[in-house]
C-alpha cells in the first residue's frame, strides 16, 4: 500500500474556474427554462399609444392626469 499512487488534488484557482462554470451554466439553463413561465403567467400591462401606463383606482377605473397632478 505504500507504494501506491498519490492523490493529486487540482489547483485551487482551477476549482474556483470549474465552480465558477457551473454555477454559470446552473444559472443560465434556470433562466431559460424560467422566462418564458414567466412571462405566461404576468399580465401584460394596459399602456397607452406613447407607451405610458395608465393609473387606476382600487376598483380599476382610469384615474384622470388632472386629479393626479
Avoid at 414567466?38 to 405610458?52: H, I, L, M, R, Y
Amino acid at each position: 500500500m505504500e507504494e501506491s499512487l498519490p492523490l493529486e488534488y487540482p489547483s485551487m484557482s482551477r476549482r474556483q474556474l470549474l465552480n465558477f462554470f457551473t454555477g454559470a451554466v446552473v444559472a443560465t439553463t434556470a433562466s431559460a427554462a424560467l422566462y418564458p413561465a414567466a412571462k405566461f403567467f404576468v399580465t401584460p400591462g394596459e399602456s397607452n399609444k406613447d407607451g405610458s401606463i395608465i393609473a387606476r383606482d382600487r376598483l380599476g377605473y382610469p384615474i384622470p392626469a388632472s386629479q393626479i397632478l
